[in-house]
Nanobody, 119 residues
Framework: QVQLVESGGALVQPGGSLRLSCAAS????????MSWHRQAPGKGRELVAR????????SYADSVKGRFTISRDEAKNTLYLQMNSLKPEDTAVYYC????????????WGQGTQVTVSS
């Protein structure tokens, strides 16, 4: 069972920056992708950013393009989300996700970390 633990959420003013981290326990999957999702109060969970271990390619939701950057440190088994120029509409619980296996049949989630953007 893979454990994912997010950290770095906080209260920040509009225009500010935060970096979220997601520490993963040891795993041996060679094919996997990791991503950040968020869920605002009263809304569904949405994909924010994704990175493929196989290709290293990244993708972003239109709402965060140019402001957020996803990256990973394989040596530390850690995923990051650098968030700049934060807006009140970025307020949400942010979740880390790992999908692994040839058909991404393994699916793991972290417990979430709260990001609040407010003056």
């Amino acid at each position: 069972q893979v454990q994912l633990v997010e950290s770095g959420g906080a209260l920040v003013q509009p225009g500010g920056s935060l970096r979220l981290s997601c520490a993963a326990s040891e795993f041996t999957f060679s094919i996997y992708a990791m991503s950040w999702h968020r869920q605002a109060p009263g809304k569904g969970r949405e994909l924010v950013a994704r990175i493929s271990r196989t290709t290293g390619s990244t993708s972003y939701a239109d709402s965060v393009k140019g402001r957020f950057t996803i990256s990973r440190d394989e040596a530390k088994n850690t995923l990051y989300l650098q968030m700049n120029s934060l807006k009140p509409e970025d307020t949400a619980v942010y979740y880390c996700n790992l999908k692994a296996g040839h058909f991404y049949e393994y699916d793991y989630w972290g417990q979430g970390t709260q990001v609040t953007v407010s003056s």
